[in-house]
C-alpha cells in the first residue's frame, strides 16, 4: 500500500502537490501545503519513476513519508492514506537532469515543494493484489490515478501505477507523457 502511494508520487515524478500562493486549483480546492519535512523524515521504503521522452530517465524520491496510514482491522480494502512527497529529493544519475526537473517547467520544487498522493479505499482483486483509485496533488492538479499494489510478509507492499505527466502540467513537449512509479515499503500498521 505504501509502496502504491510511493509509486504515485513516484509518479509525480511528478506528482508535485500543494498549493502555490495564488495559484487556483484545475480540479477542486487542494489543502495547505504541508511542511516537506513533517513526513518525510523517516522515509518508509522506496519511490521510483520511469519516463522516455526520446530516452529513458529512471529516478527516485528520496524524502517522502505518511501523514497518515489507516487499515481498520487490517482490511486493505478499507485503507486510508495521505502519503507526502518532498518533490526537490528527486533523485537521478544525472544532477543536469535532476536540477532541470526542479525546475518551474517540470516539478517547480519552489512553487510546489511536496505532492500529495490520498486514498481512501481499494478492490481486492481475483489475484490477491489491490487496486486503489488514488487522488494525486501535482502542481496544483488534483487526477485519480489507479495504484496496483500486493501485500506481501510483515504487510509489506510493492505496487507501480502509471501517470500522464502534461496532465499535471509537468515537462515540454517530449514524444512521451507516460511515467511509470514503483513503489516498496512495510505498512506501518
Known amino acids: 500500500m505504501r509502496a502504491l502511494f510511493f509509486a504515485f508520487i513516484v509518479m509525480s515524478l511528478i506528482a508535485c502537490g500543494g498549493a502555490k500562493q495564488g495559484a487556483t486549483e484545475t480540479s477542486g480546492p487542494s489543502a495547505p501545503a504541508p511542511a516537506a519535512t ?5 522515509v518508509p ?9 526520446g530516452w529513458t530517465a529512471v529516478g527516485t524520491f528520496d ?8 487499515v481498520p482491522n487490517g482490511d486493505f480494502t ?12 528527486v533523485n537521478t544519475a544525472k544532477k543536469g537532469l535532476e536540477n532541470h526537473m526542479r525546475e518551474d517547467d517540470y516539478l517547480d520544487v519552489k512553487g510546489y515543494p511536496s505532492a500529495l498522493i490520498r486514498l ?35 504487510n509489506q507492499i ?18 512521451r507523457n507516460l511515467v511509470k512509479m514503483k513503489f516498496d515499503f512495510k505498512a506501518p500498521i
Open 38 to 42: 513533517a513526513a518525510t523524515s523517516n
Open 45 to 53: 521504503g522506496t519511490l521510483t519513476w520511469e519516463a522516455n521522452a
Open 63 to 70: 524524502q517522502w513519508g505518511f501523514q497518515s496510514f489507516e
Open 78 to 89: 478499507k485503507v486510508k492514506a495521505v502519503v507526502e512527497v518532498d518533490v526537490n529529493s
Open 120 to 154: 481512501d479505499g481499494a478492490e481486492k482483486q481475483a489475484d490477491g493484489s489491490y487496486v486503489a483509485q488514488a487522488t494525486i496533488d501535482l502542481k496544483g492538479t488534483k487526477k485519480v490515478v489507479p495504484l496496483t499494489f500486493k501485500v506481501g510478509e510483515g
Open 158 to 175: 510493492l505496487g507501480t501505477a502509471e501517470m500522464m505527466r502534461k496532465d499535471f502540467k509537468v515537462g515540454g513537449k517530449g514524444p
